[in-house]
């Protein structure tokens, strides 16, 4: 049901209670939920069509009234709804509605079950209470997969006015704000200037909410605005003018807003000298602009129409109209990508794993092991030619045969798409393409051509696609021939290993996953072959002719992924060593399996965390970063023996590991190595962490917290063992003035910079955060006068205040930067520190004890109340860094993740703080929101015994 339908209901259900008038609040019967059929749902990848059926009796309100039911959520504290807008007393909900809601909104850990509770709420209207039913347990376990939104269809001339069937045909609005009244997209008219006309419906049926243009809109020519009605009314074509709208749909309000309209959007930059655009595609189901950048170098932007009227950057951070050039930190060929589709969410990205792939893949599919899915559905059937007629590429092109052509997900635009995908069968090579699984059952008919004018004739009868087809091609005629499809083994030898139990893991490039879809994958049996013992696994026919790749392991110790594996014979693999990281290497068939290549992981590129904390293997400790160092301070380990690593960006694609080794207590460097297995602590205790990659050699700290927190600087002056420049305007922030150690400082010589312009000092060439000093703030320098500055993301530009020649003097110990008139004497450097850390805080008796295993957070607007920033303990205080703010918003500090009395803090009734000041706070449900005074970065203290939570900004602490 649409909500504007709903409305009118709303409408007529108040009018019955004012004619009734026998509403009472104490006598409203709730809705009573039904037992749920199953116990537990494992969502995957493969089963997301499959529905989960929520019944339920009726509400009562104690007059005739149309009621809407809505289907609740919650884990952990957090509600949301799972659908809503009910008029019945039964829904099916699918596994993919479901997965959305319960990965996203409500934040369950990836591949694991957890305790979900579902409830029914049943209202009339804002009028009157909402009511609920009682609750029932479900056990969920989420999978990866993109955030689904409510969405309205838009239908019109420009996509053939039909509700798609596929992707391709696929043109909405999305309710990102979840409010079921705002919808909002970017919608592609694939042309300029046409006559466009179009509606809107909710559903993909005419009639199914649909909304039309009110009477005299038609006449209107590009309005900011046009009025709707519900139901069928004139079509909208106040539009045409531009390729690509922006709009905004308010379904209550009736009204279609314009926000933007362009033609064409484009990439330009000091890669192309700021000449012609570099054109972006839209794909419309991800909702992103793409484009391949070659050589992308130095600075760059977007714009649209070729135009400088409206165009993005960056500031403070984040995409912005008309900002600052976004830099790029290491030249190469890139994917770029640009969101602008939600108003209050447009952000950029870049990928060189991405560049060059075919169509526009998912940028969060990892390239290592795995390639990026290609354009194809998986678990379609297969289409295979055997060409003897010395084509050079042979190409299928298909409709259906019931549709008479028009069917949408074939391959029904000439020529049709080219067959690559080689098997060989019975001593016969075939070239094949793999159609969509949604033409699984389809009867379909079939040309082959070479695209270049040869083809062969239609079939005399289509083919139904319950199966793989094999054709021969000769003298122009294709002929089915008759193939008994073979299926293939692989056989692991273990006996190096001395495991008692083998699993596998098996997937391909396109996204399959042979091995059930859940980690460890399938468990294998042992068959004795000629004296030797093999754990065996026997592939689907279909996988005949794929590229493979396979894990073996035995659910703790595992090979390197082992790659490259065409499936057109059996395969023997016998694992023989471990290496460095501590996984089995293996040989293939006799031959040593290709090792993967080491990435080149530089630190600052990434977020890190630590995972296994007492055993929690879903959330990451989050890490700061801190003199070149990422440091997780006042981590408690609650046994010996516990084990840990440090990943990046919550995902295992990069994590760093010792093999089962002991780690070094105390402050001395140890080396941890790429995706090696868990780091062992001897001891339980509060530990500081701290973790840094150095030339692609990673290392770790773990001292006992309080004790030697700084990482030791040199005893005397020394040069880093990276070169190092002065980069700015001056260069176009594309070269460095370079810096020369003279001793005692490092010192740029004859620099020219202008006034109000602003320069950085960096690792020589490159963006790196471990090497990337400037003021935490944009500052202007004295002549002759320093500037302190930190290390890291954080670091903003030193401003020039006049027109000169200079010399720019770095000291990267004493984190100082001078600007002296060329050839005056060199500034007087500090002695290498360490830096001082805040004084502890008297413990004054009153206040709130923290336990070990309670993380704190801080929660607020700026994650719209739904994730935490982590604070870790620093110097007797709680501390969340580099925590972004907006002005008049409000935040509170809380237990991570929960709203639990016990940990909720803020003032007690709603007060701002001041930028570097401190508010009284109060613990439990009087607790109210602490109001930022001003929009930006800062660090978050809190002291548990004075109750008290201090502002600062970044780098500042409540004792300086």
Request: hydrophobic residues 40%; aromatic residues 12%.
């Amino acid at each position: 049901m649409s909500l504007a339908m709903a409305a009118g209901l709303m409408a007529s259900c108040t009018k019955d209670l004012e004619e009734v008038q026998t509403y009472a609040p104490e006598n409203v019967v709730a809705p009573s939920i039904h037992a749920l059929d199953v116990n537990e749902v494992v969502i995957t990848a493969d089963n997301q069509t499959e529905t989960l059926t929520f019944s339920w009796d009726a509400a009562d309100y104690g007059a005739p009234t149309a009621i809407n039911y809505a289907i609740m959520a919650a884990y952990n504290g957090t509600e949301a709804p799972v659908i809503s807008g009910i008029n019945e007393l039964e829904y099916a909900v699918t596994y993919e509605a479901l997965n959305a809601v319960v990965a996203f909104d409500l934040g369950c850990p990836l591949n694991v079950a957890s305790d979900v509770v579902f409830r029914i709420s049943a209202s009339i209207s804002s009028t009157y209470p909402t009511v609920y039913s009682e609750s029932v347990t479900l056990k969920v376990t989420p999978t990866a997969a993109e955030k689904k939104y409510d969405m309205y269809y838009v239908i019109g001339s420009f996509n053939g006015w039909a509700h798609g069937t596929v992707a391709a045909n696929y043109d909405f609005l999305y309710n990102f704000s979840g409010d079921g009244n705002t919808y909002e997209g970017i919608i592609d008219f694939r042309e300029v200037g046409g006559a466009i006309e179009f509606k809107f419906t909710h559903g993909a049926a005419w009639g199914d909410g649909e909304m039309s243009a009110a009477e005299g809109q038609k006449e209107l020519e590009e309005p900011s605005a046009v009025t709707l009605v519900a139901g069928g009314g004139d079509n909208i074509f106040a539009y045409g003018a531009n390729r690509y709208y922006h709009f905004t749909l308010d379904v209550a309000g009736l009204t279609l807003t314009k926000n933007d309209a362009f033609d064409m959007i484009g990439v330009i930059g000091d890669f192309n000298s700021w000449g012609a655009d570099v054109e972006m595609t839209y794909n419309a189901q991800k909702r992103r602009f793409y484009a391949d950048v070659e050589n992308l170098s130095g600075g760059f932007k977007f714009r649209a129409n070729g135009g400088w009227d409206k165009n993005w950057g960056v500031k403070d951070g984040k995409l912005a109209a008309g900002g600052d050039n976004i830099a790029v930190e290491t030249a190469g060929n890139y994917r770029v990508y640009l969101y602008l589709s939600e108003s209050g969410n447009q952000y950029y990205e870049i990928s060189a794993d991405m560049y060059g792939v075919e169509g526009d893949g998912n940028t969060e599919t990892p390239v290592e092991p795995t390639p990026p899915a290609p354009e194809v559905e998986k678990g379609g059937k297969f289409i295979y030619v055997n060409n003897q007629d010395g084509w050079a590429a042979t190409y299928l092109y298909t409709w259906n045969a019931a549709e008479g052509g028009e069917s949408s997900g074939l391959t029904n635009t000439w020529p049709g798409k080219e067959m690559t995908v080689a098997t060989t069968v019975n001593g016969v090579a075939y070239v094949g393409y793999e159609m969509p699984e949604s033409t699984n059952g389809m009867s379909i008919n079939y040309i082959f051509n070479n695209n270049d004018g040869t083809q062969t004739a239609d079939p005399a009868a289509p083919i139904v696609l319950d199966r793989n087809y094999y054709f021969t091609i000769k003298d122009g005629v294709a002929t089915e021939d008759v193939v008994e499809e073979v299926s293939y083994k692989l056989y692991a030898d273990v006996t190096a290993t001395g495991w008692e139990n083998v699993n596998i893991w098996a997937w391909d490039a396109d996204g399959n996953n042979y091995s059930g879809g859940n980690w460890p994958g399938v468990a294998l049996s042992a068959e004795e072959v000629n004296g030797v013992t093999y754990y065996v696994f026997e592939l689907p026919a279909n996988v005949t002719g794929k590229t493979i790749s396979v894990i073996f392991n035995n659910g703790t110790e595992q090979t390197v992924d082992l790659t490259g594996v065409v499936m057109d014979k059996d395969h023997t693999f016998t694992l023989t060593e471990k290496d460095a990281s501590g996984k089995w290497l293996a040989t293939i068939d006799g031959t040593e399996a290709p090792k993967p290549e080491e990435k080149v992981v530089v630190l600052g590129e990434h977020t890190w965390g630590l995972i296994g904390v007492n055993g929690d293997w879903g959330a990451d400790v989050a890490m700061t970063l801190e003199q070149g160092w990422m440091v997780a301070k006042g981590v408690t380990f609650d046994a010996a023996d516990s084990e840990f690593k440090v990943r990046a960006d919550g995902g295992w694609d990069i994590s760093y590991g010792t093999g089962k080794e002991y780690a070094t207590v105390g402050g001395e460097a140890f080396t941890v190595t790429f995706n090696a297995d868990n780091i062992l602590l001897a001891e339980a205790g509060t530990y500081d962490i701290y973790f840094t990659i150095v030339d692609n050699a990673a290392s770790m700290k773990v001292v006992v917290a309080g004790g030697n927190v700084t990482p030791e600087q040199p005893a005397a002056p020394a040069p880093l063992d990276v070169e190092l420049g002065v980069v700015g305007d001056h260069t176009s922030w594309s070269t460095d003035s370079m810096l020369e150690w003279n001793g005692a400082i490092y010192v740029a010589k004859n620099v020219a910079l202008e006034a109000g312009k602003g320069f950085k000092v960096r690792k020589a060439g490159v963006w790196d955060d471990t090497y990337n000093w400037g003021p935490s703030a944009a500052t202007e320098i004295a002549v002759g006068g320093s500037l302190d500055v930190v290390c890291g993301s954080g670091a903003q530009n030193i401003l020039v205040p006049a027109t000169g020649t200079y010399d720019v003097y770095f000291d990267y110990a004493g984190l100082k930067v001078w600007l002296m008139t060329a050839g005056a004497e060199a500034p007087e450097t500090s002695a290498p520190v360490t830096p001082e850390q805040p004084e502890q805080p008297e413990q004054p008796s009153t206040g709130v004890e923290i336990p070990a295993d309670v993380q704190l957070g801080v929660v607020g607007d700026h994650t719209s109340w739904s994730s935490d920033s982590m604070m870790a303990l620093e110097g007797g205080y709680y501390v969340a860094k580099g925590v972004a703010l907006e002005a008049g918003k409000g935040f509170k500090v809380r237990k991570a993740g929960v709203w639990d009395d016990a940990y909720n803090f803020g003032p007690s009734a709603a007060t701002e703080i001041a930028v570097g000041g401190s508010l009284d706070v109060v613990n439990g449900s009087g607790a109210q929101n602490i109001l930022v005074p001003a929009t930006g970065t800062y660090d978050v203290y809190f002291d548990n015994h004075a109750m008290k939570v201090w502002l600062m900004e970044v780098g500042k602490t409540p004792a300086n």
